[in-house]
């Protein structure tokens, strides 16, 4: 009896390790972009689309935003990396890229490429999970702080300090919350102490959500826990 229930838990345990770890490998991957004045998302969409290619997944590169309005190849894939920073979405590119996510295609990425992309399309932001509203102070050194008990997304990636913008966001209480951060309140003395969610996952129907607030500028990504981070959440938010 005692060695059925190691059998079944080997089981359990080898079934949740593929579920949560499963590869990019032949899974259809759309990387859509739109420049901005603020970011580089050129140099981002490179050494993603680069990363995705030692992953062995079928990258589209995109910048028309009305790749989300067409059904039959929103249909195919199995996660959108998003990088564009404010813009409007039509309701045939929101309605498309939405229905996508509710039937399972995944969503990932960071900064303002995903947590301020629209800011007229709620039905956007509803998936998402949160909004930008302010980085106090521009550029400055921060901390990021792994919630507990870590998670496949977050075993093993140390607390780091970053030199960047810090992203102060509007939350939806229902996303689940992978690391954080403290605002010093120099700028704005009554946020002093504030914690605000940095990474988070959640779902929007059948899909998954990554989302994580670092990564201004380019070098960002060179910091390994950073890379780390994003790259398993772009694993874990595909389609399964
Ligand atoms: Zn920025």
Request: proline share 7%; no cysteine.
């Given at each position: 009896m005692k060695n059925i229930t190691i059998v079944f838990l080997l089981i359990f345990l080898f079934f949740q390790n593929l579920t949560i770890s499963?590869?990019?490998?032949n899974k259809n991957v759309l990387v859509i972009y739109q420049l901005d004045p603020y970011h580089q998302p050129k140099l981002f969409v490179e050494k993603v689309t680069k990363w995705l290619e030692s992953q062995k997944a079928n990258t589209i590169v995109s910048n028309n935003l009305n790749t989300y309005s067409d059904k039959k190849l929103m249909d195919s894939i199995d996660l959108v990396i998003q990088t564009v920073t404010t813009g409007k979405l039509t309701s045939a590119q929101e309605k498309g890229l939405t229905n996508a996510i509710k039937s399972g295609t995944g969503i990932a990425g960071s900064h303002g490429g995903l947590?301020?992309?629209?800011?007229?399309?709620t039905l956007y932001q509803f998936m998402i999970g949160g909004q930008f509203v302010s980085h106090p102070g521009g550029k400055v050194k921060y901390t990021v702080e792994f919630t507990s008990p870590k998670t496949y997304l977050t075993k093993a990636i140390k607390n780091f300090e970053i030199n960047s913008e810090q992203y102060f966001m509007h939350i939806d209480p229902s996303i689940n919350v992978l690391a954080t951060t403290k605002f010093?309140?120099?700028?704005?003395?009554?946020?002093?102490d504030t914690e605000m969610p940095v990474c988070w996952t959640k779902t929007f129907g059948k899909g998954k959500v990554f989302y994580l607030s670092?990564?201004?500028?380019?070098?960002?990504?060179?910091?390994p826990e950073v890379w780390e981070l994003l790259t398993r959440g772009f694993k874990w938010a595909s389609k399964n």
């Open positions: 499963q590869s990019l490998e947590g301020d992309s629209f800011r007229e399309n010093n309140g120099q700028q704005y003395p009554w946020i002093k670092v990564g201004h500028s380019p070098d960002n990504f060179d910091i």
